[in-house]
C-alpha cells in the first residue's frame, strides 16, 4: 500500500461547481496533513492545512480530516478555470515529522 | 528577495560531470529539504536538514550529496549521474521541520543528464 494515495485524474468539472479531491494515508499515527496546489511547470504551493478531524475552511477552500478513516479531502467551491492544477496531498510521518511524504497528485481542470 | 530561491533554473550535465545546485531561504526557517520531483511519479524525498544537521537521508544514492553550511543555505552537489536521474529537484524550507511546520518550495532546478 503506498504511504499517500491519491487519484492521478484528471479530474473534470465545470466552472463553478465543487471540486472534490481525495487523499488516503497508511500512518495511523500521522497528526497534520497538507494540500498544495502545482501549476504546470512551476512548483508546489501551500493552500490548506489541517490538523483536527472535521471541517476546515478557507475562501473558497474546504478541508475535510477523518483520522479514524485515514482520509482527508479537499473541496473546491465555485471552481475556476484557474484553478486548473495538479492537487497534491502531503502527510508527515509519525515516526519522523520531518519526513513529509507526497501523493502523487490530482490533475484538475475546470471547464468553462 | 523572494522566500526560497534555486540555482540554476536549468542545467545539463553529461555523465562525468561535477555540478552543484544551490538553495537560499530568506525567511528564517530552520529546516532545509531536498526533493525530486520525476514525471508521473509523487515527489520524492531526497534529504532533510534542521538546524544545519541531516535528519533524514532516504536511500538516496551516494551521487547526491548534500551540504548545509548555515540554515539558509543548502546545497547539492552531483557527480556521476545516470540518464535516469533527470528531474526537477526542488529545494523547500519550513519553520521548524516539524509535523505542523508547512513547506515553502523554491522554483526548482530542472537537471537534464546526457
Known amino acids: 500500500q503506498k504511504e499517500v494515495e491519491q487519484n492521478s485524474g484528471p479530474l473534470s468539472v465545470p466552472e463553478g461547481a465543487i471540486a472534490s479531491l481525495n487523499c488516503t494515508y497508511s500512518?495511523?499515527?500521522?497528526?497534520?496533513f497538507f494540500w498544495y496546489r502545482q501549476y504546470s511547470g512551476k512548483s508546489p504551493e501551500l493552500i490548506m492545512f489541517?490538523?483536527?478531524?472535521g471541517d476546515k475552511e478557507d475562501g473558497r477552500f474546504t478541508a475535510q480530516l477523518n483520522k479514524a478513516s485515514q482520509y482527508v479531502s479537499l473541496l473546491i467551491r465555485d471552481s475556476q478555470p484557474s484553478d486548473s492544477a495538479t492537487y497534491l496531498c502531503?502527510?508527515?510521518?509519525?515516526?519522523?515529522?520531518?519526513?513529509?511524504?507526497f501523493g502523487s497528485g490530482t490533475r484538475l481542470s475546470i471547464r468553462p | 528577495e523572494t522566500g526560497v530561491t534555486q540555482t540554476p533554473r536549468h542545467l545539463v550535465m553529461g555523465m562525468t560531470n561535477k555540478k552543484s545546485l544551490k538553495c537560499e531561504q530568506h525567511?528564517?526557517?530552520?529546516?532545509m529539504y531536498w526533493y525530486k520531483q520525476s514525471a508521473k511519479k509523487p515527489l520524492e524525498l531526497m534529504f532533510v536538514?534542521?538546524?544545519?544537521?541531516?535528519?533524514e537521508n532516504n536511500s538516496v544514492p551516494s551521487r547526491f550529496s548534500p551540504e548545509c553550511p548555515n540554515s539558509s543555505h543548502l546545497f547539492l552537489h552531483l557527480h556521476t549521474l545516470q540518464p535516469e536521474d533527470s528531474a526537477l529537484y526542488l529545494c523547500?524550507?519550513?519553520?521548524?521541520?516539524?509535523?505542523?511546520?508547512?513547506?515553502?518550495f523554491g522554483n526548482g532546478t530542472r537537471l537534464t543528464v546526457t
Open positions: 523547500a524550507s519550513s519553520l521548524t521541520g516539524t509535523d505542523n511546520s508547512p513547506l515553502h
Open positions: 502531503a502527510v508527515p510521518s509519525y515516526s519522523s515529522a520531518s519526513k513529509i511524504i
Open positions: 489541517i490538523y483536527s478531524n
Open positions: 536538514y534542521s538546524l544545519e544537521e541531516r535528519v
Open positions: 500512518d495511523r499515527g500521522s497528526q497534520s
Open positions: 525567511l528564517g526557517h530552520n529546516a
